[in-house]
């Protein structure tokens, strides 16, 4: 109703309009039926044509055109000039229809775009939902089965008796914030934290950690993450910039900040270890692939991430980003075929649409061990000329 309500008020010449669903046949499915039976009584008195090979319907009198495409499809899509778009289960919709096609298409005449689905984990649809809380140009709104009264009253107290919480919180009560069954951290704990305000005497006791996520290649990102205790602080987030620059950027953070320990993702970030105990620092190589302390998990990643998980439930408080909050709430887990526990790669993270969770790996890498607050000598011993000349020695620690 949408698309026809600004198709037939149109006043530019050639307007074009989409509905836009997952897949083709789920379009045609969902949409073309619906659209030809509410334009029937246009149709009948000439004032609309229909052709059913391009799945569009156009109005006679300003030329206006309604096209029905498939995400699967997104070349068809491209080099129109759009001027107002419905997608629909945005969760299932690849991110870059939406960002490489559609967004560009309705830059030329300022054109909208409408988002409608339900809930399902963290992908497109989650995020473009909590942007639009953030953005004044943005709008969004949530509807339950309470709010629509389109289901019957007994069919919805089955269905809240029969389904899990979980379940019927995403597909009835449309909660972004209720986890899957396979999600990692929910979007509730997450949210939650980024909420919470600690006073600097809750945390200021505890040791100081960094962690570090040196980026691997094309989109990703470097990021330096501060915690002390349950209070985690704005991470230093670039893009771009080369090992030995990133290295410069951590050395500058712990002259200023004076850590008790500081932990990289040795996957790619040799050159950034190398180069900051070549200065002098102590920095502790962690191998995320590489076996946990705990046979309970598959990997070291794996074990930081559910330690930052318990560290979230007990009270944490971290950045209200949203780029943050997504990178968290992104990976799934799994049992593999001894029982132990494995965390969704950050390659298979991206296969299904989502940014590498850069910001999620620099944090729970302040995890990978636990950590004494260093004392005033150890302070004194660490600023030292003698120390801080010293040839590294990968063994001190063990001795």
Not at 380 to 385: A, D, F, G, H, P
Request: net charge negative; proline share 4%.
């Amino acid at each position: 109703m949408e698309l026809l309500d600004h198709a037939l008020q149109f006043k530019q010449d050639l307007g074009m309009f989409f509905y836009v669903a997952p897949f083709l046949k789920q379009a045609k499915a969902i949409a073309w039926s619906r659209l030809k039976q509410r334009i029937e009584p246009m149709r009948q008195h000439g004032v609309v044509d229909v052709n059913e090979a391009d799945l569009s319907c156009t109005f006679k009198h300003n030329g206006a055109v309604i096209r029905i495409f498939g995400g699967d499809l997104p070349n068809a899509m491209r080099g129109v000039r759009l001027d107002g778009c419905v997608i629909d289960e945005v969760a299932q919709i690849k991110p870059e229809v939406w960002t490489d096609i559609l967004q560009p298409a309705l830059s030329d005449r300022l054109g909208w775009a409408l988002f409608i689905g339900t809930p399902s984990g963290i992908n497109l649809f989650s995020e473009l939902y909590f942007k639009a809380k953030e953005y004044d140009d943005w709008w969004s709104s949530r509807y339950t089965v309470y709010d629509t009264n389109s289901i019957d009253e007994g069919e919805v107290v089955r269905l809240k008796r029969d389904m899990s919480e979980s379940s019927f919180a995403r597909e009835y009560m449309c909660d972004f914030s209720a986890a899957g069954d396979d999600q990692l951290i929910s979007l509730s704990d997450v949210e939650t934290a980024a909420t919470k305000i600690l006073r600097e005497d809750q945390f200021n006791f505890a040791a100081r950690v960094i962690g570090i996520d040196p980026a691997r290649f094309g989109d990703d990102r470097s990021v330096i993450f501060k915690r002390q205790g349950l209070q985690a602080f704005e991470p230093m987030v670039y893009r771009g910039i080369d090992n030995m620059e990133l290295a410069s950027r951590v050395a500058s953070v712990i002259n200023e900040w004076k850590p008790d320990a500081v932990f990289c993702d040795a996957g790619n970030g040799s050159g950034v270890i190398d180069r900051l105990r070549q200065l002098g620092f102590d920095v502790i190589e962690v191998h995320f692939g590489g076996r946990s302390g705990n046979n309970k998990y598959l990997n070291k990643r794996s074990e930081i991430w559910f330690e930052m998980r318990e560290w979230l439930k007990l009270g944490a408080s971290i950045p209200n980003s949203t780029d943050l909050k997504q990178d968290l709430a992104a990976p799934i887990y799994w049992y593999d075929s001894t029982g132990r526990v494995q965390l969704e790669p950050k390659d298979d993270i991206k296969k299904r649409g989502l940014p590498s969770p850069d910001l999620g790996d620099a944090l729970a890498v302040t995890f990978a061990h636990p950590v004494a607050k260093l004392t005033e000598l150890d302070l004194i011993k660490r600023n030292s000329k003698e120390y801080r000349e010293r040839e590294y020695d990968p063994f001190e620690k063990m001795r």
